[in-house]
């Protein structure tokens, strides 16, 4: 009986995993090439490198349970891997148990093209509100969230948009916000960007009345990306009275996402969802 039950269990856990659609962001193609020619290498499907065909993993929510909200989720990587199950698959089950649909975003590393990874969420984000219907979406509840460098791609998302492509909120976790010349901005700038690319990407600098809000988590002891990023974009969001709120914990280091350490961050979640719930995305 006991053999019959866990190979039961196994079933349901494998149907799960089945149900999750991957979504091609470009049937045909991508318009711009990174010129990476590195096989793609995925690592107990916890980290992935060479990434180069842009795609998303889809976590709906059932109908009767679905809050509207929707969340794109950009995994950190410093934009030359992405961590996909403490800052991907894990976020989006968690999500989900509050009605929230998610979709983990598998953008293509930049390898110097700067655009590429921008390109990738701008599409995710229209697929998203062009079906929004079929997963039961409000259009008009869309959000990102990324972690480290995928902060900074969520960020840029919330600086650099059309109408279609806007994120409605952003959810900021230890993010890389602006270009200081670290290994994040090489692998996206190149060794020696010029000054234009530099502010293009450096997003405390394009904030305006259009941003949408933010939540922002970070540690005081972040020794890889300083929590002065979070704090300079919370500042300039606070400029253009965009609402925003930002939550610093003395300890937690860098790249927490869902891990627990046995300290007051690893509550950061209950955070987020009280503001969810305050800004009316979910119930």
Same mark, same amino acid.
């Given at each position: 009986m006991k053999k019959t039950i866990l190979i039961l269990v196994g079933i349901i856990f494998i149907g799960t995993m089945q149900a999750q659609e991957e979504i091609k962001l470009y049937k045909n193609g991508p318009s711009e090439n990174s010129g990476i020619t590195e096989k793609e290498a995925n690592y107990d499907n916890s980290w992935v490198t060479n990434v180069t065909e842009a795609r998303m993993y889809a976590f709906i929510v059932p109908k009767e349970k679905a809050s509207g909200a929707a969340v794109l989720i950009c995994p950190g990587g410093g934009y030359g891997g992405l961590a996909v199950a403490h800052e991907g698959s894990q976020v989006a089950e968690w999500l989900n148990t509050l009605g929230v649909s998610a979709f983990v975003l598998y953008y293509r590393m930049p390898n110097h093209h700067s655009e590429i990874p921008l390109t990738d969420a701008q599409t995710a984000i229209q697929i998203i509100r062009e079906g929004a219907g079929k997963w039961n979406i409000d259009k008009h509840k869309i959000g990102i969230a990324g972690f480290s460098a995928g902060g900074h791609l969520a960020s840029t998302a919330g600086t650099h948009f059309d109408e279609i492509n806007r994120p409605?909120?952003? /959810?900021? /976790?230890?993010?890389? /916000?602006?270009?200081?010349?670290?290994?994040?901005?090489?692998?996206?700038?190149?060794e020696t960007p010029s000054k234009e690319q530099l502010n293009r990407f450096s997003n405390q600098l394009l904030v305006t009345d259009k941003t949408p809000p933010a939540f922002i988590i970070a540690a005081l002891d972040d020794d890889v990306v300083s929590v002065e990023h979070s704090f300079m974009f919370y500042k300039a969001l606070q400029d253009k009275k965009i609402p925003s709120e930002i939550h610093t914990y003395e300890k937690g280091g860098h790249g927490f996402g869902m891990r627990k350490q046995g300290l007051e961050i690893d509550n950061w979640t209950d955070k987020l969802r009280i503001w969810l719930k305050t800004s009316g995305l979910i119930e």
């Open positions: 409605d909120f952003m /959810i900021l /976790i230890y993010p890389v /916000i602006s270009m200081t010349g670290d290994g994040t901005c090489q692998n996206l700038l190149g």
